[in-house]
């Protein structure tokens, strides 16, 4: 068996970079979801699905370098969860505009606007952090940040549920629009389990 002696293999970090900049593209795809007609939501799927496939790509990749390289840039474990959690929120966000368009919803509830609006921040700062992951500086910031949202995501979606509950919709309506908005929280606590990851990283490298 050949095993690669690089004494840290740098191709991770490139991967990892890769697949944050993707969830800014989902994310945008989210935000124009928002103000699109119903006509225009069926492209909008079809562009989400293959920035899911290019992020399942990634994933593969970098399952792939870590079964084949001897040694890592930081723990196995750690690397698995990382892009494992960064997978988890593109097919979040893929889910949510599929589920839009399955359940031919035409009006999404005030308030899911703000929770795309987090995962927008949120996704950026992730793509903003990935990098620095090679030299471990700067991350503090990110990952308290990135904790703060998830706990704003929170609010706003106990909000979302109550406004669904509140009587102004009808039995079905509410069972739609609620696996839309729960799915978009789990996209939200995606985020902070990369986050949570990326401290776990750092301290175990500091």
Same mark, same amino acid.
């Not at 095993?3 to 490139?14: A, I, M, Q, R, V």
């Not at 909008?44 to 040694?71: C, K, P, W, Y």
């Given at each position: 068996? !050949?095993?690669?002696?690089?004494?840290?293999?740098?191709?991770?970090?490139?991967?990892?970079?890769?697949?944050?900049?993707?969830?800014?593209?989902?994310?945008?795809?989210?935000?124009?979801?928002?103000?699109?007609?119903?006509?225009?939501?069926?492209?909008?799927?079809?562009?989400?699905?293959? @920035?899911?496939?290019?992020?399942?790509? &990634?994933?593969?990749?970098?399952?792939?370098?870590?079964?084949?390289?001897?040694? &890592?840039?930081?723990? !196995?474990?750690?690397?698995?969860?990382?892009?494992?959690?960064?997978?988890?929120?593109?097919?979040?966000?893929?889910?949510?505009?599929?589920?839009?368009?399955?359940?031919?919803?035409? &009006? #999404?509830?005030?308030?899911?606007?703000?929770?795309?609006?987090?995962?927008? !921040?949120?996704?950026?700062?992730?793509?903003? @952090?990935?990098?620095?992951?090679?030299?471990?500086?700067?991350?503090?910031?990110?990952?308290?940040?990135?904790? !703060? #949202?998830?706990?704003?995501?929170?609010?706003?979606?106990?909000?979302?549920? @109550?406004?669904?509950?509140?009587?102004?919709?009808?039995?079905?309506?509410?069972?739609?629009?609620?696996?839309?908005?729960?799915?978009?929280?789990? @996209?939200?606590?995606?985020?902070?389990?990369?986050?949570?990851?990326?401290?776990?990283?750092?301290?175990?490298?500091?």
């Amino acid at each position: 068996m !050949r095993f690669s002696l690089t004494p840290k293999e740098t191709s991770f970090y490139d991967m990892f970079a890769a697949a944050a900049e993707n969830l800014v593209v989902g994310s945008k795809l989210l935000l124009e979801l928002l103000g699109s007609d119903v006509s225009a939501r069926a492209e909008i799927v079809e562009r989400m699905r293959a @920035a899911e496939h290019a992020g399942d790509d &990634t994933t593969h990749a970098i399952f792939h370098q870590l079964n084949s390289s001897f040694i &890592t840039p930081f723990d !196995r474990e750690d690397i698995y969860s990382l892009a494992s959690s960064l997978d988890d929120i593109m097919d979040f966000m893929e889910e949510a505009v599929d589920l839009v368009v399955l359940y031919d919803i035409e &009006t #999404l509830p005030k308030g899911v606007e703000q929770q795309i609006e987090v995962l927008a !921040r949120a996704a950026e700062l992730t793509a903003d @952090a990935m990098p620095r992951l090679r030299g471990m500086s700067g991350l503090t910031e990110y990952w308290i940040e990135i904790n !703060r #949202l998830e706990n704003q995501a929170d609010q706003i979606h106990r909000k979302l549920l @109550a406004h669904l509950f509140s009587g102004q919709y009808d039995a079905i309506e509410v069972l739609k629009l609620k696996q839309v908005v729960d799915v978009l929280e789990e @996209a939200a606590d995606a985020f902070e389990h990369v986050a949570n990851t990326v401290e776990t990283i750092a301290v175990k490298e500091s």
